[in-house]
T-cell receptor, first 113, second 112 residues
Framework: GEDVEQSLFLSVREGDSSVINCTYT??????LYWYKQEPGAGLQLLTY?????DMKQDQRLTVLLNKKDKHLSLRIADTQTGDSAIYFC?????????????FGGGTRLMVKP | NAGVTQTPKFQVLKTGQSMTLQCAQD?????MYWYRQDPGMGLRLIYY???????DKGEVPNGYNVSRLNKREFSLRLESAAPSQTSVYFC???????????FGSGTRLTVV
């Protein structure tokens, strides 16, 4: 079955870059996602990458995908205190009818002023 | 545009009580999902509905039932609540795969 793993915690200083890593096991993944969860809130889609891409950049966010190693990363440039949250990666392996997502356990990012 | 609306936001139940968590989306999405979130375990899928009129079990369906009332609404029922069901419950919906999910703000349930 699918398994998505992330480290539990990351601490950075404001202005530094943050890199959150994720590994997955299902080689048939079609899309991979990054979600952000702020305290007391639901998950918010940050970005996604199709499995035939290596990289995707969206303003301060850069997603890197190494399909051979089944490794996904999210880089946040110029990290701000407002970026403090839990970040979840997720993989999608279903067809359009079900669009099943499997989530990692989440990485708590703490940004120190 | 409300997106995905969940009610209630908080609930405390006694062991053995029943309740229904409500979810509604106004985006005309075909698929809807119920997840539970527990510390350090990410989100685990309870049930999902790929389209109106269909429901299927996810990873952790025991102790739950669902109803896809219409395209907008997907409810989750706990028939006899147990302390192990203490969790935060999220409803989500999606239209197409590459758009990901839209999540509600969650229901924090405590079973004592």
């Amino acid at each position: 079955g699918e398994d998505v793993e992330q480290s539990l915690f990351l601490s950075v200083r404001e202005g530094d870059s943050s890199v959150i890593n994720c590994t997955y096991t299902d080689s048939s993944s079609t899309y991979l996602y990054w979600y952000k969860q702020e305290p007391g809130a639901g998950l918010q889609l940050l970005t996604y990458i199709f499995s035939n891409m290596d990289m995707k950049q969206d303003q301060r966010l850069t997603v890197l995908l190494n399909k051979k190693d089944k490794h996904l990363s999210l880089r946040i440039a110029d990290t701000q205190t407002g970026d403090s949250a839990i970040y979840f990666c997720a993989e999608s392996t279903g067809d359009n009818a079900g669009n099943m997502l499997t989530f990692g356990g989440g990485t708590r990012l703490m940004v120190k002023p | 545009n409300a997106g995905v609306t969940q009610t209630p936001k908080f609930q405390v139940l006694k062991t053995g009580q029943s309740m229904t968590l409500q979810c509604a989306q106004d985006m005309n999405h075909n698929s809807m999902y119920w997840y539970r979130q527990d510390p350090g375990m990410g989100l685990r899928l309870i049930y999902y509905s790929a389209s109106e009129g269909t429901t299927d079990k996810g990873e952790v369906p025991n102790g739950y039932n669902v109803s896809r009332l219409n395209k907008r609404e997907f409810s989750l029922r706990l028939e006899s609540a147990a302390p192990s069901q203490t969790s935060v419950y999220f409803c989500a919906s999606s239209e197409r795969q590459n758009y990901g999910y839209t999540f509600g703000s969650g229901t924090r349930l405590t079973v004592v």
